[in-house]
């Protein structure tokens, strides 16, 4: 998916596309300059140059950046100030990638997973730079500890924002509120990749759509820049079921994504889904659709120990032969149609509705070519 980015406040007015180059250098640079200093006040790098050296390796790789950019979008769409600095709240813009980074760092050590954008998984990282088997426990558990620490930096950025307190606190209700449900949902998807695929509802793959990813993606982002602004609560509840709907379109783009693309373009190896037994929307629809030897054989798939590339394409033969794939490109489609209902009814300033409009678009047309 293509991000979309937006200028500084005090920036001439031009077109959202060509704002793209501009915010993506934006972040990443005040991603290195938070970094440095954070790390310099908790004494980082005195205490642990491996710590520092992991969390800066992890932290520095490319991403989309989706986070922070929704939430200058809001921001800026609502805010009534003029003369605030665009370097603060760019740095406040970070605590949303920085809580992001964290859920990555743990999620990454709970599925067992090598790659993380492209590189190997912090937990890995870790493992390599001690001289130790990629499998050893070590590196989870300094895994798990940087993952922890990256989380404190993310409340350290998101209060670093000169705001109205009251907001601020709000805000950061909002923030370990979005945390919060983002574990729980982590917790339902753990013990769902247990659960007999004949046990699992179309409600609760979507519940856990909501929680592990639409929260803290879409809705928290968005809100957390809308309060900070000083937005009224109608917009704020648009807002809110405008990011749960993005959120749930785009985890089934992820999931399909998963399925039908390689590793090389995702950052991650295509068969995670699968080797963890995800009950997906993508699944859930297959095995409810499938004649009965075939769902025999969805089920052998999905419960099978050390997954192949070969039980890969199998599974893509179920899919497409249950036409499950179709199914969640509509309800995606459909989702994303509603989207562009609620933002077309915000009270955001243009330039940044339309910055959050052609979001959803190039989301549309990702899509529709992901099979």
Request: charged share 30%; proline share 2%.
């Amino acid at each position: 998916m293509s991000p979309i980015y937006i200028l500084p406040w005090n920036c001439s007015c031009v077109k959202v596309l060509g704002m793209l180059k501009k915010l993506k250098k934006d972040i990443d640079n005040s991603l290195k300059s938070f970094l440095w200093d954070i790390s310099a006040e908790l004494g980082l790098q005195a205490a642990s140059g491996l710590l520092y050296g992991g969390i800066r390796d992890f932290l520095h790789r490319s991403g989309k950046r989706i986070r922070p950019i929704l939430f200058l979008i809001s921001y800026q769409g609502y805010t009534k100030k003029k003369g605030f600095s665009y370097e603060k709240l760019l740095r406040c813009s970070l605590s949303l990638e920085l809580l992001h980074d964290f859920l990555l760092a743990h999620d990454d050590v709970i599925d067992k997973s090598a790659l993380r954008r492209g590189k190997p998984a912090l937990h890995r990282l870790f493992n390599m730079k001690l001289g130790v088997s990629g499998k050893d426990e070590l590196g989870s558990n300094l895994g798990i500890v940087a993952g922890d620490i990256i989380f404190t930096m993310a409340i350290d950025a998101l209060l670093s924002f000169s705001e109205d307190p009251s907001r601020k606190e709000q805000a950061l209700k909002i923030f370990i509120r979005t945390a919060a449900a983002t574990g729980i949902g982590e917790f339902i998807d753990v013990v769902n990749n247990v659960k007999k695929i004949e046990k699992i509802t179309k409600k609760e793959v979507f519940l856990t759509y909501t929680l592990k990813t639409a929260k803290y993606t879409f809705e928290g982002p968005l809100l957390i820049g809308a309060v900070l602004a000083g937005a009224d609560k109608e917009e704020t509840q648009k807002l809110s079921r405008l990011g749960i709907i993005l959120g749930q379109a785009f985890q089934i783009q992820d999931d399909l994504l998963d399925t039908f693309s390689s590793s090389e373009k995702i950052g991650k190896p295509v068969l995670s889904d699968l080797n963890e037994s995800k009950k997906t929307l993508l699944v859930w629809k297959t095995y409810k659709t499938l004649a009965k030897k075939d769902k025999k054989l969805l089920k052998h798939l999905l419960e099978k120990r050390g997954k192949t590339y070969r039980d890969l394409l199998e599974f893509r033969k179920l899919i497409k032969r249950a036409g499950a794939d179709r199914y969640c490109q509509k309800k995606a489609a459909s989702l994303l149609l509603e989207a562009d209902s609620i933002c077309s009814g915000l009270r955001m300033r243009k330039k940044h509705k339309t910055a959050l409009n052609q979001f959803i678009e190039d989301f549309r047309s990702k899509t529709e070519t992901l099979t």
